[in-house]
């Protein structure tokens, strides 16, 4: 059983950074994670993932802005979130999947297996 803990939402103004750290509480470094979010009336969706090798996916509308990056050693995955934008809004959740590579729906998040309870940021214009 992985639990998984978000931190590091907040509110900040449009063009302003912010970091979102998962601590996870198993061994997470066989597991494809990810980050989601899902903004007041609208569907979950993907921002970005990563595979046990490292590999990194992402929704276009963060291309070039977001980074996630996983810390192995200490079970911990990361998003650096840069040049935000009000659109950006939303609770902000992690996920692990059992399996090490994410597939060509991670998007979706159907395959994660387990999810943190999320995190909340908000972008002022």
């Known amino acids: 059983q992985i639990q998984l803990e978000e931190s590091g939402g907040g509110s900040v103004q449009a063009g302003g950074s912010l970091t979102l750290s998962c601590a996870a509480s198993?061994?997470?470094?066989?597991?494809?994670m990810g980050w989601f979010r899902q903004a007041p009336g609208k569907e979950r969706e993907g921002v970005a993932a990563?595979?046990?090798?490292?590999?990194?996916f992402y929704v276009d509308s963060v291309k070039g802005r977001f980074t996630i990056s996983r810390d192995n050693a200490k079970n911990t995955l990361v998003l650096q979130m840069m040049n935000l934008k009000p659109e950006d809004t939303a609770t902000y959740y992690c996920?692990?999947?059992?399996?090490?590579?994410?597939?060509?729906?991670w998007g979706r998040g159907d395959d994660m297996d387990y999810w943190g309870k999320g995190t909340l940021v908000t972008i002022s214009s």
């Open positions: 996920a692990a999947d059992l399996f090490p590579r994410c597939g060509t729906g």
């Open positions: 990563i595979n046990d090798d490292y590999r990194t």
């Open positions: 198993g061994y997470t470094a066989n597991s494809c």
